[in-house]
């Protein structure tokens, strides 16, 4: 369990899954046997930085904080 606060600090979500989409990472909030439902955790200037923005979340798992804020840059 992960709780992730928004990039634009208007949501905390519990997510089950992190994923980056080119300059975009998405977390997985819910699902159900066909359909997964994710939300916008951040926006980035460029796939390379989501993907540092994705290595720090999972230094962070292994540190084991339950709570990681999403960098503005």
Do not use: C
Request: net charge positive.
């Amino acid at each position: 369990m992960l709780w992730v606060k928004s990039q634009n600090n208007k949501s905390l979500l519990n997510v089950k899954k992190v994923t980056v989409k080119g300059k975009y990472i998405e977390g997985v909030v819910g699902r159900s046997f066909f359909t997964e439902w994710s939300k916008q955790l951040g926006k980035y200037e460029s796939h390379e930085r989501a993907l540092e923005i994705l290595q720090d979340i999972q230094s962070h798992i292994e540190s084991n904080y339950s709570i990681f804020t999403m960098p503005e840059k």
